[in-house]
Structures are given as structure tokens and as C-alpha cells.
């Protein structure tokens, strides 16, 4: 493994480590734990598309590396995965959703909310709690997800 980062370093001084590392590794002969290591050096320093460059070589090169390319797939670009539009009635309750968490977050943080149209369905500290309250309600019109 290269140790390359001192936990007393400025953010900057880590931009700058990235960037010299990126920019001056001979790739080849690296391991893959070293590309590991140099992926979560670039997202420590928030430069996200230089991770996603390094995983994705990391996991061409080491295609065996369950960890190397796990983070390669994580921090791939988004897919459109279909193109049916939404339906108006659907984008109104999304809309009502956001702004339930908008008006309403700051008394919920770290919980777990099911919402429908702009409606607290269910809350709970776990996931399976809040899916637990909903009984056989369709997932589909249901907004669940972590108050931050």
C-alpha cells in the first residue's frame, strides 16, 4: 500500500496529493488495494470524477476485486433507466412531498418517514419500522426515506 496521506494535512494540501498521484502513477504495476487507497483519497478531497476514473481502471484491471469493483459501480455516472413521462398527478405529489420535508425536517432528523402526497404516514429510528406501520400499502405510492 502507498502512504501517501498525513491526517495533519490542510484539504489542500490533499487536492494537490490527488492530483500529483493521478497525474504521476505508473497505473500498471499498482495493486489493486492501491487503487482502492487512491479512490478514497480523491473523494476525501471531493474529487468525485477523478475517483470514478480511477475505480472504473481499477476494476477493468482487477475484474475479481469484489471491493474495487463495487466502488467502481457506486461512483458510475447516473443511467436513465426509462423515459416514461411522469404523470402530472404523480409530480404534484412529489411536489407535496418536498414540501413536507422542506416545512417539516428539522423536527424529524435522523428518522425514517414514509410520506404520500405531502402526508406523514409513518416514522421510525429504522427503516423496517416504518415499512412494519405500513402494512400492505403499494411501495409505489409511498416516499420513503431518511430525514437529514
Known amino acids: 500500500m502507498i502512504g501517501l496521506c498525513q491526517p495533519s494535512w490542510s484539504i489542500f494540501a490533499?487536492?494537490?496529493?490527488?492530483?500529483?498521484?493521478?497525474?504521476?502513477?505508473?497505473?500498471?504495476?499498482?495493486t489493486a488495494?492501491?487503487?482502492?487507497y487512491i479512490t478514497q483519497l480523491a473523494l476525501q478531497t471531493g474529487a468525485y470524477i477523478t475517483a470514478h476514473?480511477?475505480?472504473?481502471?481499477?476494476?477493468?484491471?482487477?475484474?475479481?476485486?469484489?471491493?474495487l469493483v463495487r466502488r467502481a459501480y457506486v461512483l458510475a455516472p447516473p443511467r436513465?433507466?426509462?423515459?416514461?413521462?411522469?404523470?402530472?398527478e404523480e409530480a404534484e405529489m412529489q411536489r407535496r412531498n418536498m414540501d413536507w420535508?422542506?416545512?417539516?425536517?428539522?423536527?424529524?432528523?435522523g428518522k425514517w418517514v414514509a410520506l404520500r402526497n405531502g402526508e406523514?404516514?409513518?416514522e421510525g429510528e429504522l427503516v423496517r419500522d416504518v415499512v412494519a406501520?405500513?402494512?400492505?400499502?403499494?411501495?409505489?405510492?409511498?416516499?420513503?426515506?431518511?430525514?437529514f
Open 14 to 30: 490533499l487536492k494537490f496529493e490527488v492530483f500529483v498521484i493521478t497525474d504521476r502513477v505508473y497505473w500498471s504495476s499498482r
Open 80 to 88: 436513465i433507466l426509462g423515459k416514461t413521462p411522469v404523470k402530472p
Open 120 to 122: 406523514l404516514l409513518a
Open 101 to 109: 420535508l422542506r416545512n417539516n425536517s428539522s423536527a424529524h432528523i
Open 133 to 147: 406501520k405500513l402494512g400492505n400499502m403499494p411501495p409505489q405510492s409511498v416516499l420513503l426515506t431518511q430525514v
Open 53 to 67: 476514473e480511477i475505480a472504473s481502471a481499477g476494476a477493468r484491471r482487477f475484474p475479481r476485486d469484489a471491493k
Open 33 to 36: 488495494e492501491d487503487f482502492l
